[in-house]
């Protein structure tokens, strides 16, 4: 067995390889995960010894692993524990003392309820849908012509004279808009989002000013006509002449946060009818040899289920609550998901007498039904000297996958099931049904008791699909992590959606 100590692991950090532990004593070491587990702690690969290199189970900050797991789309789901753990996944079943819930490793887990915390539904995960500025063809307007793409693709869009230029990027209701912007002596951009790029005089729409006096964002529309969200003067950003600038843009509920450099600078509220246009107009109106850069503008599909938990008011710890699409909020005692039975079609039945109708009457002037006629007499004759054995052995043959087999009429089918959860409220007499596919998200009652005190997780794991898992201890079993979670139990998680392990303290309930 070898050892190596920290002092010495800065000789192979330049090792190429797709995994990389930290210490904590910062130093960083590349190489493949073999093993870690309480008994054996951390065994790694490296590409620099011929032998595993072991690393006590506490002595490392931070372990990046190889996530080859892709995005789920189906995981549309977050349950959210009352430790702050989140599981990705989908919600199967819901009952008074605890609900089943498909992630993880494909599997349903059963988690009471008073563990849980909080449901996020309708969450998907954000796509790039527009990268740019690059190539200009795909814009129209005069910037198209007055502006040039600097050498320096960092760099970006560089404009020196006015000018403006247009594009349909498909924004869609719920955005999240990117930007940086770089100028040699003072700022002047202004960027127009969620236009409709239509010829009228009178627009609505929104815009981002970033000038040498601040950063104004204005909402433009019939009535009011011009509409103040936001005006800051004061901006250290710009002592560096330079920023990063981020709009998630919610449509639905009519809000706007503005990130500058990363960090959320406001919150904006927009009360007005929703803009309905997808564009982005650049203008710059500034003539001077202050030369501005506009890079890294991108826009992504974003679910907003997070911005409506910000907007929401906190819940009560007495009742569960549900909240929908438009943000209406249903309170009181959640009582199970009902899915509705059935509704059975009614039995198709086969025409009578087909046969009795003439087919010569249907056939056109110039065709000879008789012979037509004779024709499937003779195949039906030659089908019927069919051995008994080739015939039995059709019956079992499964059909063309290109042949859609007639329903039968015994068998009645069934549409969807809907779902509803059940809520019972304390200002009606009857049970609510709301829809399952217009919750946005419930926050359960927290009046139960979830005994975990005294209980303080080594590791924390950052899984694919947002999520994040806490655990007493971990070992590696092949392609599989096997957890001791201080809620959940034991539970497995495949180590291919890992993306990160974080090793917390060194505090456990023996130590104390």
């Not at 719920?174 to 969620?194: A, H, M, N, T, V």
């Not at 025409?351 to 065709?367: C, H, I, M, S």
């Not at 043959?397 to 859609?404: A, G, L, M, R």
């Amino acid at each position: 067995m070898m050892i190596f100590r920290p002092l010495f692991l800065f000789l192979t950090a330049s090792a190429a390889s797709a995994e990389v532990i930290t210490l904590k004593s910062d130093d960083r070491f590349h190489g493949e995960l073999l093993q870690i587990s309480p008994e054996e702690g951390l065994v790694i690969q490296s590409p620099r010894s011929p032998e595993p290199i072991h690393f006590r189970a506490d002595s490392f900050s931070h372990l990046d692993l190889e996530n080859t797991a892709e995005i789920d789309p189906t995981q549309t789901e977050r349950l959210v524990l009352t430790n702050g753990d989140i599981l990705p996944g989908r919600l199967t079943s819901l009952d008074e003392e605890q609900l089943r819930y498909k992630g993880l490793a494909g599997g349903d887990i059963t988690v009471p309820r008073k563990l849980v915390s909080t449901l996020r539904f309708g969450i998907k995960p954000q796509a790039l849908s527009y990268e740019g500025p690059a190539p200009l063809e795909k814009w129209t307007g005069s910037g198209v012509n007055n502006w040039v793409l600097s050498e320096d693709t960092a760099d970006g869009l560089l404009m020196l004279e006015p000018g403006e230029m247009q594009q349909d990027v498909g924004l869609g209701k719920q955005f999240i808009l990117q930007f940086d912007l770089k100028w040699q002596e003072r700022p002047s951009i202004r960027l127009y989002f969620c236009d409709d790029l239509s010829d009228k005089a009178e627009k609505d729409r929104y815009y981002i000013d970033i000038n040498s006096g601040g950063i104004q964002i204005r909402r433009e529309s019939l009535e009011p006509r011009w509409h103040t969200l936001l005006s800051l003067s004061q901006i250290e950003s710009f002592d560096d002449n330079q920023i990063s600038v981020e709009l998630r843009v919610n449509r639905l509920v009519g809000s706007i946060e503005l990130f500058l450099d990363g960090k959320l600078i406001r919150i904006m509220r927009d009360t007005a009818k929703p803009t309905q246009g997808d564009g982005l107009v650049i203008v710059r109106s500034r003539s001077d040899n202050s030369a501005s850069y506009l890079s890294n503008l991108k826009a992504y599909t974003w679910d907003a289920v997070s911005q409506l938990e910000l907007l929401e008011e906190p819940a009560s710890e007495d009742v569960d609550s549900l909240v929908n699409a438009e943000g209406e909020r249903m309170s009181g005692a959640l009582l199970g998901l009902e899915r509705e039975e059935p509704t059975p079609q009614a039995p198709v039945e086969e025409p009578e007498n087909l046969q009795e109708e003439p087919a010569a009457k249907e056939a056109p002037e110039d065709e000879e039904p008789v012979e037509e006629n004779k024709k499937a007499a003779t195949e039906e004759a030659e089908n019927e000297t069919t051995s008994e054995d080739q015939a039995a052995e059709e019956d079992s043959t499964p059909e063309s996958p290109n042949e859609e087999a007639a329903p039968s009429p015994q068998v009645a089918t069934t549409q969807e099931r809907p779902s509803f959860f059940l809520l019972k409220s304390p200002f009606a007499d009857e049970l609510k049904k709301i829809p399952a596919n217009d919750t946005r998200i419930i926050y359960f009652s927290q009046s139960g008791e979830a005994s975990q005190e005294n209980v303080f997780p080594k590791y924390e794991l950052d899984l694919t699909n947002d999520g994040l898992v806490s655990a007493r201890s971990i070992t590696l079993n092949g392609d599989q992590l096997m957890l001791e979670h201080h809620l959940l139990g034991s539970i497995t998680v495949p180590r291919s959606a890992v993306k990160a392990i974080r090793y917390l303290n060194e505090l456990s309930n023996d130590d104390e």
